[in-house]
């Protein structure tokens, strides 16, 4: 399973956010309830209409946009 099969971006839904596809839950917001100390399963049990391999897969779309992510130093007087 790859993210791009349950995330997608479009402009008419949240401004255009990555959301689980056939919803309007944010790859954002569950990523920052995973980093609030949510389980997994406090996820399904308060988004019924998630599966498993949609938190899977927010997880892998955030994983690649960071190693795509690139830092270039600002350099200073």
Not at 22 to 36: F, H, M, P, Q, Y
Not at 41 to 58: E, F, G, H, N, V
Request: glycine fraction near 4%; proline fraction near 5%; charge should be negative.
């Amino acid at each position: 399973m790859s993210w791009q099969e349950r995330v997608i971006l479009d402009p008419k839904v949240l401004a255009g956010k990555p959301v689980v596809k056939g919803t309007r839950i944010s790859v954002e917001l569950i990523v920052d309830l995973l980093a609030n100390g949510w389980t997994q399963d406090q996820i399904l049990d308060s988004y019924p209409q998630l599966t498993t391999d949609d938190i899977r897969a927010c997880l892998a779309y955030a994983s690649e946009i960071l190693h795509a992510e690139k830092v270039y130093p600002i350099k200073t007087r």
